[in-house]
């Protein structure tokens, strides 16, 4: 597992409102992104916030979304951690309005999940080598994630069978999903790397030539 970085929201405030300052949060997480080795997940959770509008969850977190998608932060993951419970919900509302607008699409895991996984690290601090993915000590089936934002059924579907294997190859994918095509396939799960929702790796097969494999991100 690559460097994971975990950031509280709630350090910039419990009432975070307003596009401007939404701007400054969002130069914040830029900078940690930046920052990160290749490989890297910046973590974000929610602790301490009690109010999010639009226009702060548009600037702070569209923005970062929308240059995902456009190929920046080459390498580097970004994904949401909240509680289960009926705030960290109302949050969530404003920032899958502002990526359904943007037609980008982030990752949501239980924040249970990672504080299990890396025994609550401190804000701001590095971890490694422990898959947030997997099954506690007691055999206990993982925590559900999902994706908030707009990705469609079909890349939804696509993104479960890389969840749930941890890494595959087209091939894989083509028999897990059941597809005809390779190329439907292929064209898949390069939306979801676009949007920085799996890892790609390539390796030099035998007969020559590259080929990649896909894994989930945390």
Not at 110 to 116: D, H, K, R, T, Y
Not at 135 to 160: A, C, F, M, Y
Not at 167 to 192: G, H
């Amino acid at each position: 597992m690559e460097n994971v970085v975990m950031q509280s929201l709630g350090e910039y405030g419990t009432q975070l409102a307003m596009r401007p300052y939404g701007r400054k949060v969002q130069e914040a997480l830029d900078s940690l992104l930046r920052r990160l080795p290749p490989g890297g997940v910046l973590v974000v959770n929610f602790d301490g916030v009690e109010m999010m509008d639009y226009s702060f969850a548009d600037e702070a977190f569209g923005t970062l979304y929308s240059r995902m998608a456009a190929k920046e932060y080459a390498d580097r993951y970004l994904v949401l951690a909240v509680r289960d419970d009926e705030l960290s919900e109302a949050l969530m509302e404003n920032i899958e309005v502002a990526l359904n607008r943007r037609e980008v699409a982030a990752l949501v895991l239980p924040q249970s999940m990672l504080v299990e996984s890396y025994d609550a690290p401190p804000q701001g601090t590095a971890v490694a080598d422990n898959p947030a993915g997997s099954s506690g000590s007691n055999g206990q089936d993982k925590p559900k994630w999902r994706v908030i934002g707009r990705l469609p059924e079909h890349l939804i579907e696509t993104l479960s069978a890389v969840m749930e294997k941890q890494q595959v190859t087209v091939r894989d994918l083509v028999e897990a999903l059941n597809l005809d095509s390779a190329t439907a396939c292929n064209n898949r799960i390069a939306k979801l790397y676009q949007l920085h929702l799996v890892r790609r790796k390539a390796t030099i097969v035998p007969e020559g030539g590259r080929q990649y494999s896909y894994s989930a991100v945390v």
